[in-house]
């Protein structure tokens, strides 16, 4: 049910499970709990639609490698960042909950195993399609992966009525997570403010902050201020290990047997290192995208090759052209996780509500251009050895210097890491569980917990933490 | 005559040193480089490229 925030806090009630954010996390906490007879209280920043003054809210510099504008990267309303997300779903690999060869901080404290029994219930909130499994190409150290795609579910549109409805479900927006108390390794209220000047003291036994990747580092770094370090006793890792997966067109190709990598039946072909060569190439998770070209474009490719290479134009002209096809190559793959690629509190601009907006410090490294380099240069050897395709590499990848490029899509607005989960409070800021280290009461929902990110979108692994979450806070409640 | 050996020279007898030994297997691909996080990891070396492309050998 909808409350009115002011009569709701007058009456000082004790909420089971106060959840702070209704994106794809806190919406599959708020509606599983609920549902359950838990009195929950979901507080979301913005409203039912877009508005202007809280989406202002989001605002925030980039200093670091270049970013997409931090106000255009997610959205802040009911429903969040599924909104406007693509649906893309694929599970995390068991190998990248994992200590990875080319850098051991890739380790979660769990493993996929631990989220199975919650893949069910999160493919059905997001109604993934069935994601056939992976298939190996023989003689290429990729493998071909599978998505799901679409139909980018809107859970605004999919949860409206349940959290009208739902008795359980104490639902307030323009709600604004302000501070944290705590007394003795608990939270004792949350302090909300509105966009009138009211502010608010609620009470739970338990508090989820689910407001996105950067928007949890931040609130965690302000509360944390704000209480003198009481709330999150450790830390060194706060806002830190933030990780989106780079996006980037590396170039083309021209593929003299389409049928070898699956181009004869499919428009885009997904391929992916193996745990192998994961190992003897030093690289992390990389999705290398194949998307066909169009035959006039395929052919536009051929002529170009032909024009540089003329005894191989000599072949192509023997060859029929509807028999090859020209692709674009792109990539999505997982960034290293390291301490330097950070949230930060910008104490020199506040947002309306008087706390410093975000700071994105977004640091890409020499780990991150290997892995993409030889995922690359891995496909055009097998090309090349099998003497079936061609590869054209961007300049940014072709000269041997260190760079990425600086426009394009850049990332994939894939919001992860900053308040990473771990074992001990030394290297993250939330156990196994998402509870807040040195803290009884306080969780974290949604991607900002990922230690590592593996090159899946990372909205399914989320969802599945979330329902996860769910099942371990009602357990908790009995 | 001297029992001493003769000084060695290696302009005319070339050691197998092991610094020249590790250098040839890396010349030849069969060593192993330090990946970006000094971790061994093996590295693609990069084909000859005109304009981008990665050609081979015969295709000029």
Redesign the interface.
């Given at each position: 049910m909808h409350i009115d925030l002011a009569s709701y806090a007058a009456r000082d009630p004790l909420a089971d499970v106060c959840i702070i954010g209704s994106g794809a996390a806190g919406l599959t906490l708020a509606t599983r709990l609920a549902r359950r007879g838990r009195h929950v209280l979901l507080c979301e920043g913005g409203d039912q639609v877009f508005t202007e003054r809280s989406q202002a809210l989001y605002r925030g510099e980039s200093v670091g490698d270049p970013y997409i504008p931090l106000d255009a990267a997610r959205l802040r309303f009911f429903g969040g960042s599924t909104n406007h997300w693509g649906g893309m779903c694929r599970p995390l690999d068991a190998y990248d909950f994992t200590a990875k060869p080319a850098d051991p901080r890739t380790a979660w404290p769990i493993g996929r195993d631990d989220l199975a029994p919650a893949y069910p219930a999160a493919a059905d909130i997001l109604e993934v399609s069935p994601i056939p499994p992976d298939t190996r190409i023989p003689g290429l150290a990729l493998k071909r992966v599978h998505f799901s795609i679409g139909p980018a579910t809107r859970l605004k549109d999919k949860y409206a009525d349940e959290v009208a409805r739902s008795p359980h479900l104490h639902y307030s927006r323009n709600t604004n997570l302000f501070g944290l108390e705590t007394r003795d390794g608990r939270l004792t209220g949350a302090v909300v403010r509105d966009y009138t000047g009211g502010a608010y003291r609620l009470r739970a036994r338990y508090v989820v902050l689910a407001c996105g990747g950067i928007e949890n580092s931040r609130l965690l770094l302000w509360c944390n201020r704000q209480s003198g370090g009481r709330v999150i006793r450790q830390p060194a890792t706060l806002g830190r290990y933030w990780m989106d997966h780079p996006h980037a067109t590396l170039g083309r190709a021209l593929v003299f047997a389409p049928a070898a990598l699956g181009l004869d039946a499919s428009q885009s072909v997904f391929l992916a290192p193996t745990p192998a060569m994961l190992a003897t190439r030093g690289v992390l998770n990389c999705g290398l995208r194949l998307h066909r070209m169009s035959p006039e474009d395929g052919e536009a490719l051929a002529t170009h090759l032909a024009l540089i290479a003329p005894r191989l134009g000599e072949r192509l002209r023997r060859q029929p052209p509807g028999s090859r096809c020209g692709v674009v190559l792109r990539a999505a793959w997982e960034q290293q996780p390291h301490p330097e690629s950070r949230v930060e509190l910008d104490d020199d601009d506040r947002d309306a509500l008087g706390m410093p907006r975000s700071r994105l410090v977004w640091r890409k490294t020499a780990l991150d251009h290997h892995t993409v380099r030889e995922c690359v240069l891995t496909l055009n050897d097998y090309l090349r050895r099998r003497d079936i395709g061609r590869v054209q590499l961007e300049p940014w990848l072709a000269d041997d210097t260190l760079q990425f490029p600086e426009d394009g899509e850049l990332a994939g607005r894939h919001h992860m890491g900053g308040t990473r989960m771990a074992d001990t409070p030394e290297h993250g800021i939330v156990d196994r569980d998402c509870r807040v280290f040195g803290q009884d009461n306080l969780y974290i929902g949604g991607s900002s917990v990922f230690p590592s990110s593996g090159h899946a979108n990372p909205t399914l692994t989320l969802v599945q933490l979330a329902v996860r979450l769910a099942d371990h806070l009602d357990a908790r409640l009995d | 005559m001297s029992l001493s050996p003769a000084p060695f020279d290696e302009t005319s007898a070339p050691r197998l040193t092991r610094r020249r030994l590790l250098a040839a297997l890396l010349a030849l691909g069969l060593l192993p480089v330090f990946?970006?996080?000094g971790?061994?990891?093996?590295?693609?070396a990069?084909?000859v490229?005109?304009?981008?492309?990665?050609?081979?050998p015969?295709?000029?």
């Open positions: - | 990946g970006p996080t971790r061994s990891a093996t590295t693609n990069m084909p490229r005109l304009d981008g492309w990665l050609l081979a015969g295709d000029r």
